[in-house]
């Protein structure tokens, strides 16, 4: 059965890993992007042209250059762009105009507290990340008792091999299958469509990571009993 989750990973805009997540046979990748990449928007439109990946862009956490940022966004036809709440109001407020019209929606991700991204959810119309890792950060654990109703408007999702109390941050999701199995069941019970992103720090940006990553979602994809119908595909 298909489904609606889309298993992407998340790297920097280089050659060499969009090439290694070719290779691995995964079909969605979230670029991150940090100030030296963020001024040079035509450099990596051109390289993200050769790939044929569904994409999503992590703003940068040290600059604001929305004029860019959209021009990359635009150029490489990314359908996600993740933000830090790290904005004055009067740049979310220049952020939010810069992209209003445009196919890519702006999703907040959740950093201290599942709130974060409603009061821009509310005042400028931007989307929701929801992180998972930073959730059990937050709540000391995973509590799932009001979780279905955020779940459902949700339009972009980072997932890691994190449990609480491990020292897993940032590690691929296939660290921690049954975890993470639980946690895609979720995803799919509540409706989520779209990207799930394995968030995983530099190390694990690899071919034989990122194989693996898809291969866990394949598993878990034969594997759930709770699975919609859609149009992505691994």
Request: net charge negative.
């Amino acid at each position: 059965m298909e489904h609606q989750i889309i298993p992407a990973v998340k790297c920097a805009p280089t050659e060499e890993l969009l090439a290694a997540a070719q290779d691995s046979g995964i079909s969605a990748v979230e670029l991150f992007l940090w100030e030296g990449t963020a001024r040079d928007p035509d450099r990596i439109i051109e390289l993200c042209r050769r790939f044929p990946f569904k994409y999503a862009v992590h703003g940068p956490n040290d600059c604001y250059r929305p004029a860019e940022l959209k021009r990359l966004v635009e150029g490489i036809g990314a359908q996600v762009v993740v933000m830090h709440d790290i904005l004055w109001e009067d740049e979310w407020r220049g952020l939010a105009e810069i992209f209003r019209g445009g196919p890519a929606r702006i999703c907040v991700e959740n950093i201290a507290s599942i709130h974060e991204s409603e009061r821009m959810e509310r005042r400028f119309g931007m989307g929701r990340c929801l992180d998972m890792e930073h959730i059990q950060l937050n709540c000391c654990g995973f509590y799932e008792g009001g979780l279905g109703r955020f779940i459902r408007r949700t339009h972009h999702v980072h997932m890691t091999g994190y449990e609480y109390g491990t020292k897993s941050w940032h590690t691929p999701i296939d660290r921690a299958p049954a975890h993470c199995r639980h946690q895609l069941d979720l995803l799919a019970k509540n409706g989520y469509r779209g990207m799930v992103v394995s968030e995983a720090d530099a190390p694990y940006q690899n071919v034989e990571d990122f194989r693996k990553v898809r291969e866990f979602f394949l598993s878990w994809e034969r594997s759930s009993r709770v699975l919609p119908n859609s149009s992505g595909r691994l």
